[in-house]
Nanobody, 124 residues
Framework: QVQLVESGGGLVQAGGSLRLSCAAS????????MGWFRQAPGKEREFVAG????????YYADSVKGRFTISRDNAKNTAYLQMNILESEDTAVYYC?????????????????WGQGTQVTVSS
């Protein structure tokens, strides 16, 4: 079992930056693949970024590649999503997720644990 708590969301102007954090409970954080998803009103939840257990491999949706960076600090049981050059289309609730599998997955149903979400609003 792992509990995830996101923080760092807020209101930002287009072109600005935000850094999301995901704090995980438990002592087995480094056994989980971590990911970030987002869900805009009226849309399905979509994969944003993922990171392997050691942090050595990262994956990004095409829409955020080059602008967002996922990272993790296993000593602090925390994952991060640095979001730069934000666009109005990035407005959504952002969710942190953990997957008890070494393989990356972009389908929400394949992830085991979820945080409560944090709102990111980008004004144009």
């Amino acid at each position: 079992q792992v509990q995830l708590v996101e923080s760092g969301g807020g209101l930002v102007q287009a072109g600005g930056s935000l850094r999301l954090s995901c704090a995980a409970s438990g002592r087995t954080f480094n056994s989980y693949t971590m990911g970030w998803f987002r869900q805009a009103p009226g849309k399905e939840r979509e994969f944003v970024a993922g990171i392997s257990r050691t942090g050595g491999t990262t994956y990004y949706a095409d829409s955020v590649k080059g602008r967002f960076t996922i990272s993790r600090d296993n000593a602090k049981n925390t994952a991060y999503l640095q979001m730069n050059i934000l666009e109005s289309e990035d407005t959504a609730v952002y969710y942190c997720a953990a997957r008890a599998n070494v393989l990356m997955a972009t389908t929400p149903g394949l992830w085991n644990y979820w945080g409560q979400g944090t709102q990111v609003t980008v004004s144009s």
